[in-house]
């Protein structure tokens, strides 16, 4: 291919300077057909490969000869030491006697031999086999129905090559047919039948069946029973000691429950304990280690998350999970064994366990009861759909696209590349690194819609290997397949800069993104992401550790004290890079026809950037251009789709399906307004003390959460990746949007009163240059008022000399919700520390502290506040728990962690309600009692108020505990280390 001619090459050079300073944001212009040279191949890549350290183990494929159909289970029968393989559409192999021609005999061909069979999830071998011939099977009907999915018991025929023999069947169990069905069936130590059910729900939303805290049925469970006896007309008997044989309306099969989708469960051969994988839904995937009458919180929980806390809860305290791997860690897990071979003597005694997603698998070790590690052994590309336990304990694994059978083998030597660029200099994508001058071949992108970032400013590059193409395809469905094809070690880098005063720009990272090229989940290959920090010269880059950075850049700032501001900047680990450039988005974000359809002035030619790139061989024909993400400030295009393009780009990654946002909004821009679940929606994650809060109250962005959430700092706010600063401008453009929309008339008289004496308010906060105090405390008195308040003064409609005392008096504001709105008033050193960034528990563990002055500090209630809502010894509130005898009953680390995420765990007893009131108040606390005429609360001030149920039109739990998360900001370390070493002292005797 010819090279580029010296103008062009000068042009492709300087396209940064024209991206920034020429390009013209819109829809797509007439796609003009220019004759242009091509570019030239870019040759000088070093990026391939991978910076990590070689994982100590990979896979070997065993069965080389045979591929199966979506294979999803294998079983060993121990007495005849045969292994069986399922595959989904029912037909079930002997994989361990194959006829001459290598083919694997058909033990069952489900669909031929069962009517109504569409997919096989489970077998199990009766202990006994070897006498009666008989096994268990799940299978499914079709998705939907109430009965659709069954546990049936077969014989077996004798012979060389036994087969299942269908007329033998005896259905013991069914159960809601649905997009979680569970399956797994497995015979404990104790002679049981042991079944994992799911929660019969589709993916999204969740638990729709409400199943997850009911025991009155069988879903999202587990189930023992009885086969070797028959009670009451049915096949199998209930064991005498499950848990709930005889609580009234509950069903006695029910073993352990609030399951959403356990994916494989296992019993360790040597300690008889029952582990399973739990597969979560937007943010956390768990691994329990099951007990008797055992609640693992779906769906009131997703791990640690709160996600229905309105729900009933079932008959048992909710169970913590052992193990709760974020999103950016797994996304779909598959239980697996705890290994107790010999070929891989390093690995005895962990939970070997898996990821379908993300091709990880775990060695998890658990001892006294917590636990104490858990190894990332390898990082594949397979779809791990199970695990397989041979009658030795040697275990083996699944891949359920590619069909292949895998087994673990230490790691001798890495394929990753030793040589991977350290630096920006070092990576082939620069002539000159100072300057940001491309190298050959490598071409600047320009994107419609930027994310926020504090300000800062992107620019953006693309490099493809050689001559090739990208082929960029729209995505259909949810969850689509196909992303595009993207040649291997294709390159999208992103500079990001700060302003430094003058105009001048400080480069802070450039952000890599590689497609690596594995295949995966049939994608042309999966991404990742690198960051490089610029150095103070300014002309390089290092890579940034794995974990990731957080950095204070000195910038210079007029207004700042000494002229110099300190900005805070987060160079987020490489996990969490998988947090935005996920699968279900996509993984290249601004990669995407919607950002790269506009204008762009090239050398005089005003063009369509597709076309260009078209043109210039980056990308191939045929791509569909008729849709344009619109500049959110660009005041000449509609407003819907300005406010729609900036909640794409900042907010979809995470809220749309499989992405991770726990609320079931959906904030692509694709999505119709009645399928985001936006407007009218009650939000499910918190009011914030909004009265007829809803996610978007049409017409009143001062009820909708949404809005708050972006106007805020602090725990909660949007979008919560990527910045630490409120986007003034994009908060007032969402104002609009919500203010355009059909009024929402949920809100009651009382708030119209209300809204009289705030709009009096505004008039005197704008129209005088010396307001009082009593104007502003009215509208600091309610979370609404105050973001009305706050919008005013983002649109300048206060008096300028009115502002420092309405930061004033709303930092010290009493409600934490008015305080985080007006925090960014205060300078940086003034804000409040978040525990939740700031506190290093290991440090504060290891400090040593004083008893008596924790003891004085516990009394000293205008500092702790402790006293006001616990008790010890007899004194003290009644709000929260009793914590005379908290170092009994709990270990240091959860002592802290109450502390410090005093949310993140809840006792049930104290779990936050809200009421609202028909006449638009609300009242917050935990609840005393609750009949037919009242409900009664005790408020964090501990008094008690009852509110008849004629006058409550909203009660709901919340997920925020009744205690502050910022309670302890002001304490010093010390001060902390001492109010542990008294709450560790406190043993249920008097001190």
């Given amino acids: 291919m010819k090279a580029l001619s010296q103008p062009s090459l000068v042009m492709i050079r300087g396209l940064v300077f024209l991206a920034a300073l020429q390009c013209l944001n819109g829809a797509s212009a007439q796609q003009i057909k220019v004759q242009l040279e091509p570019r030239s191949p870019w040759t000088t890549g070093k990026i391939t490969g991978s910076p990590e350290s070689p994982p100590p183990y990979r896979l070997e494929r065993i069965y080389p000869d045979l591929t199966f159909k979506q294979p999803i289970a294998m079983i060993a029968e ?47 071998f009766h202990p006994g086999f070897e006498k009666n011939r008989t096994c268990f099977l799940c299978y499914i009907l079709k998705q939907g129905l109430e009965n659709g999915t069954r546990v049936s018991r077969f014989r077996v025929t004798d012979g060389e090559t036994p087969r299942i023999d269908a007329d033998s069947e005896e259905i013991l169990l069914s159960w809601r047919s649905g997009g979680h069905n569970g399956g797994c069936l497995m015979f404990g130590p104790d002679g049981y039948l042991y079944i994992s059910t799911g929660d019969g729900s589709p993916p999204s939303p969740p638990d729709v069946h409400d199943s997850g805290q009911d025991v009155s049925d069988l879903l999202g469970s587990i189930l023992r029973i009885d086969v070797n006896s028959k009670s009451d007309g049915k096949g199998y008997s209930i064991p005498h000691d499950n848990p709930f044989k005889t609580l009234k309306g509950a069903r006695g099969e029910v073993w352990a ?84 071979g010999k070929r891989l003597p390093k690995l005895t005694g962990s939970y070997v366990y898996g990821d379908y997603v993300t091709g990880k698998i775990w060695a ?32 083996s694994l699944m891949d359920y696209n590619g069909g292949g059978v895998y087994r673990l083998q230490p790691n001798q030597a890495g394929a990753e590349n030793r040589d991977f660029p350290t630096r920006l200099s070092q990576t082939g994508l620069f002539d000159s690194v100072k300057d940001e001058s491309p190298a050959p071949g490598v071409l600047p992108f320009a994107v419609n819609v930027e994310q926020w970032q504090d300000g800062a400013i992107a620019q953006r590059w693309v490099a493809v290997p050689g001559d090739k193409k990208i082929k960029l395809t729209k995505p259909e469905g949810r969850v689509p397949l196909d992303w595009g094809e993207f040649p291997d070690d294709t390159v999208l880098v992103k500079t990001i800069s700060l302003e430094n005063g003058n105009g001048k720009l400080r480069k802070v990272e450039t952000q890599i993104l590689h497609m690596r090229g594995d295949k995966w989940r049939g994608n042309s290959g999966e991404w990742f992401g690198y960051s490089y920090i610029w150095n103070e010269e300014q002309n390089d880059a290092v890579l940034a550790p794995k974990e990731g950075i957080l950095l204070t850049i000195e910038l210079s ?66 791509i569909e251009t008729k849709v344009a993400y619109a500049n959110p400030f660009d005041e000449l295009k509609p407003l819907a789709a300005r406010a729609r393009s900036y909640l794409h780009v900042n907010c979809s990654h995470c809220h749309r399906f499989g992405g991770g946002g726990t609320a079931t909004i959906d904030l692509r821009y694709e999505a119709s307004l009645a399928d985001m679940k936006l407007v009218g929606q009650r939000p499910t994650q918190g009011h914030f003390g909004i009265a007829s809060a809803k996610l978007v109250a049409g017409g009143d962005p001062y009820r909708s959460v949404l809005f708050y959430r972006m106007s805020k700092l602090g725990p909660g706010r949007m979008p919560h990746i990527g910045s630490q600063q409120v986007d003034q401008r994009a908060t007032q453009l969402i104002a609009d949007w919500i203010r355009s929309m059909p009024y929402d008339r949920t809100r009651s008289r009382i708030h119209n009163r209300q809204h009289i004496d705030e709009a009096t308010a505004l008039i005197a906060l704008r129209n005088s240059k010396v307001a009082t105090e009593k104007p502003i405390e009215t ?139 028909s006449e638009g108040k609300l009242v917050t606390g935990v609840l005393v009692e609750k009949t037919v005429e009242a409900v009664t609360l005790r408020t964090v001030q501990n008094k008690t108020v009852k509110v008849p149920m004629s006058r409550v039109e909203l009660f709901v739990p919340q997920k925020k505990s009744i205690m502050p998360d910022l309670l302890f900001r002001d304490m010093t370390p010390q001060q902390l280390a001492d109010l542990m070493a008294y709450l560790v002292s406190l043993k249920g005797t008097d001190q």
């Fill in 78 to 124: 121990p007495k005849t030491k045969q292994t069986f393989l399922i595959e989904r559409e029912g037909r079930i192999l002997q994989i361990s006697k194959l006829d001459p021609f290598g083919i694997a005999p058909i033990f069952l061909d489900g669909r031929a031999q069962i009517d109504g069979l569409t997919a096989v999830y489970g077998l199990a």
């Fill in 557 to 622: 700032d007029r207004s700042a004290p000494g002229g110099i501001r300190h900005h805070r900047w987060e160079v987020s680990s490489r996990t969490k890079c998988y947090a935005c450039h996920n699968p279900w988005a996509g993984y290249r974000l601004a990669f995407t026809p919607e950002q790269l359809n506009r204008k762009t002035n090239f050398q005089g030619l005003l063009n369509n950037q597709i076309s260009t790139l078209q043109n210039f061989g980056v990308l191939e024909e045929g």
């Fill in 257 to 340: 429950y609030g399951l959403r989708n356990p994916w494989r469960m296992s019993f360790d051969r040597k300690t008889g304990e029952l582990w399973l994988g739990d597969v979560g839904w937007q943010l956390w995937e768990m691994v329990h280690l099951v007990k008797r009458g055992g609640n693992y919180g779906w769906s009131v929980m997703e791990g640690p998350q709160s996600v229905r806390p309105e729900v009933v809860r079932g008959p048992t305290e909710i169970t913590p999970a052992t193990l709760a791997l974020p999103r950016a860690e797994a996304a779909s897990v598959t239980g697996g064994y705890v290994y107790r």
């Fill in 779 to 917: 509208l600091l008195a309610s979370t609404s008022a105050a973001l009305k308040l706050l919008n005013h003064i983002d649109r300048q409609r206060i008096h300028k000399s009115n502002i420092p005392m309405i930061a004033e008096l709303a930092t010290r504001h009493d409600s934490v919700a008015v305080r985080d709105l007006f925090e960014r008033f205060l300078s940086p050193d003034k804000r409040a520390k978040r525990l939740g960034s700031v506190i290093d528990s290991d440090k504060i563990l290891a400090m040593s502290g004083d008893v008596a002055r924790g003891n004085r500090l516990i009394q000293q209630t205008e500092t702790t506040k402790c006293l006001a809502c616990h008790q010890i010894n007899g004194k003290g509130g009644e709000v929260g728990p009793d914590l005379s005898a908290t170092g009994k009953q709990r270990q240091p680390r959860e002592i802290l962690e109450s502390i410090v995420e005093p949310s993140k765990r809840i006792d049930p007893k104290f779990i936050t309600y809200l009421i609202e009131t």
């Fill in 364 to 395: 998890l070790k658990y001892a006294d009861g917590k636990v104490v590690s858990n190894q990332e052994l390898l990082d594949s590309t397979v779809a791990i759909i199970a695990f397989h336990e041979d009658i030795d304990g040697e275990l």
